[in-house]
Nanobody, 124 residues
């Protein structure tokens, strides 16, 4: 069973950058589609970015398109989320999630494996 651990969150100023990491342990991580989702208090988790198991398909939500980039290094069992031009509205807990095979985007309920989350706070 694949397990996911996020890291890289923190406190930054508006306009700055962060890179989140999703490190996987377990067999066959390269056969899993992976996504980043985020959640703020009182709201449901929302899709941010996703990448297919082979890395050829990527998908982004409209609020982050052009600012965030998702990538994966299957040799290192790691998926990255590069976040540039951060805004206060990007403040949230960011989760890494995975599902066997698949493409770049699914509903949160369709991801079967989740990490514990990492806090990103963008201050003005």
């Amino acid at each position: 069973q694949v397990q996911l651990v996020e890291s890289g969150g923190g406190l930054v100023q508006v306009g700055e950058s962060l890179r989140l990491l999703c490190a996987a342990s377990g067999p066959s991580f390269n056969t899993y589609a992976v996504a980043w989702l985020r959640q703020t208090p009182g709201k449901e988790r929302e899709f941010v970015a996703g990448i297919s198991w082979g890395g050829g398909q990527k998908s982004y939500s409209d609020p982050v398109k052009g600012r965030f980039t998702i990538s994966r290094d299957n040799a290192k069992n790691t998926v990255y989320l590069q976040m540039n031009g951060l805004k206060t509205e990007d403040t949230a807990v960011y989760f890494c999630a995975a599902r066997p095979y698949g493409g770049g985007r699914y509903e949160p309920s369709e991801y079967s494996i989740w990490g514990q989350g990492t806090q990103v706070t963008v201050s003005s």
